[in-house]
């Protein structure tokens, strides 16, 4: 097992918890986590200066720490930490995960109560026990007590990407008017584009982080400082989201940046690399062996050094872009500029509640060519679905509405319910006179996979489908995808010349990304729709790019990144197919 900087860095931390939760000598635990520190500050590979004698040269770091980095170089373990870790009980090691709770207040717990477990810190926290713990008292219960509790939530441990973003605007909008502030960015998950997020990530570049944690702490959003320090601060918002707050100095920005944003498996990819050609990449900057610090002004910069091509912050998950980036064979990813219509949006013809012209005056102020109403087929009552004479006159309203429109092309169209058994909720006749059909699931979720996927089948075989709306019906936070068999759906839909939705409604984002990669992969194509029930919702566009930059997707790949011409021949093209 190969063990860099970080690696060895967080072996001594965990040896310095586990001596304190052991009650051991204070001076040897600041020792661990001084050379802790030390270790993954250096600009070079501390195994490597172990196995030669030099690490004990360092500052800080003395015999005994150069003796157990070379037995971690050598062996990947460390004999005092897997004694320790049979000495302590797990679950006196499992409390060190709330927040508010580190090594010092465990052991006291322990000591005094005997408590070792988080079930029992909460039942002593519930019962008045813990006040009586030396150093403690009632607030300090009360605390741990809520820390435990957003603990066992659910949804303290992932949220939304479009909660997610709206938190991270609004904490970046208080920042930004720090003075002394130069640049703030989002990283982790959101910057990932992932589609939930664990916590936000913030990572600030001022010369003084004070004055951006005084900010942050009386941000309106905050209902509780966890920690603070000049550095670091860690919050929770008032809906259970927690907030961690980094300032850097501004020189070291970018590569704290980059740092923070990809997946732990990316980074450590990198730093292999780093390795291979003689460099140290850290939060700090890219560093030569002799300690020297490369220039980076931008992330480009980073991946240029390591002899890669630039790795947008979507694919960071180490899913084949690192061997990509090593080839130069990066896909040319899809922007948000690219899209040129939306091919998906209600209107108040049915549960939409912004009427066709709103709709179309703001895709225009988008800068789109085009956008399809789609409005719901009768099925879906609750929605107020069209029959199927209603939407011929939507059509012909429609049409009206197109001579008198300048600079935006309407499209009519509708979401069609794919009924129990494949077939449409509407008939052929009608679909037929429709320029865009979206075919969806809306009920009948628990089918079971042969069933559900042979009428999901059934529906793009009709000629007059498009496209299918939000494949696998899940609702984030609140339903899971029904039981189908979506390879089976992917190799059919580019069989068809059916195009496969993702649906950037942001309880929905479906496709996922995983699934629109494999769609990319089989030869279907996609359409990114917002599936928009008013004007102001076409907004959502941004969150269905990020899921198809997060599968791969380039230009060529989305229907709806194409002009109208190209798009029209497209759908003639796919119907005629399968006429």
Not at 108 to 120: N, T, Y
Not at 121 to 130: C, I, Q, T, V
Not at 192 to 209: M, N, P, S
Not at 524 to 530: F, H, K, R, S, Y
Request: overall charge negative; some cysteine; aromatic content about 4%.
């Amino acid at each position: 097992m190969t063990m860099d900087n970080a690696d060895i860095a967080s072996v001594f931390r965990e040896l310095a918890d586990l001596l304190e939760l052991k009650g051991e000598n204070p001076f040897k635990i600041r020792a661990y986590r001084r050379a802790a520190d030390t270790i993954e500050s250096l600009p070079e590979d501390a195994a490597a200066l172990a196995a030669e004698g030099r690490l004990k040269s360092i500052e800080g770091i003395g015999e005994a720490i150069e003796k157990k980095t070379a037995e971690l170089a050598g062996t990947g373990k460390l004999r005092l930490l897997e004694e320790l870790r049979h000495e302590v009980p797990p679950g006196l090691r499992d409390m060190l995960r709330i927040p508010g709770v580190g090594p010092r207040t465990a052991a006291a717990v322990f000591r005094h109560l005997g408590i070792a477990s988080v079930d029992e810190l909460e039942k002593a926290a519930r019962d008045g026990r813990l006040k009586d713990v030396p150093g403690m008292g009632t607030k300090t219960a009360e605390n741990i007590l809520r820390a435990v509790e957003r603990l066992r939530e659910e949804h303290w441990t992932r949220i939304p990407l479009g909660v997610a973003l709206m938190l991270a605007r609004s904490i970046l909008d208080t920042v930004a008017r720090v003075d002394g502030v130069r640049e703030a960015a989002a990283a982790g998950s959101l910057r990932r584009w992932r589609e939930t997020c664990g916590d936000l990530d913030i990572v600030v570049g001022a010369e003084k982080g004070g004055p951006v944690m005084e900010a942050v702490s009386a941000w309106h959003e905050v209902s509780e400082i966890l920690s603070v320090g000049e550095e670091r601060g860690s919050f929770a918002t008032r809906g259970g989201v927690n907030v961690d707050v980094w300032v850097v100095p501004p020189a070291e920005f970018v590569a704290a940046l980059h740092h923070a944003t990809g997946s732990k498996a990316h980074n450590v990819r990198l730093r292999g690399i780093a390795r291979e050609r003689g460099l140290k990449i850290n939060e700090h900057g890219v560093f030569l062996r002799d300690g020297g610090r490369l220039a980076v002004a931008t992330e480009e910069d980073i991946y240029a050094a390591l002899g890669l091509q630039y790795v947008p912050p979507e694919l960071r998950e180490d899913t084949g872009e690192i061997e990509a980036a090593l080839e130069g064979r990066l896909p040319d990813l899809v922007q948000e500029k690219d899209i040129l219509g939306d091919l998906h949006v209600h209107s108040d013809w049915s549960d939409g509640i912004s009427s066709i012209k709103a709709m179309a005056d703001a895709a225009r102020a988008r800068g789109y060519e085009y956008i399809a109403i789609c409005d719901h087929s009768r099925s879906l009552g609750i929605a107020g679905g069209l029959t199927g004479d209603e939407v011929l006159r939507q059509a012909e309203f429609i049409a009206d509405l197109r001579r008198h429109l300048d600079g935006i092309t309407v499209l009519c169209g509708i979401e069609v319910d794919i009924k129990k058994d494949g077939t449409l909720d509407l008939p052929d006749e009608v679909l037929a006179r429709l320029d865009v059909v979206v075919a969806s699931v809306h009920s009948s979720f628990k089918q079971s996979r042969e069933m559900m996927t042979e009428r999901i089948i059934r529906a793009m075989r009709n000629e007059n489908v498009d496209i299918i709306g939000h494949p696998t019906g899940r609702v984030l936070g609140r339903r899971d995808a029904y039981d189908v068999d979506m390879q089976r759906v992917i190799e059919e839909a580019a069989r068809c010349g059916v195009a496969l939705e993702i649906n950037a409604y942001p309880e929905r984002l479906d496709l996922d990304s995983g699934w629109a990669r494999r769609a990319k992969d089989a030869g279907a194509v996609l359409a990114v729709n917002t599936d928009s029930h008013s004007f102001d919702q076409l907004g959502y566009m941004i969150f269905g790019v990020g899921v198809a930059r997060r599968g791969w997707l380039e230009r060529s790949h989305v229907v709806n990144a194409w002009p109208l011409g190209r798009l029209r021949e497209w759908l003639s093209r796919s119907r005629n197919h399968r006429a």
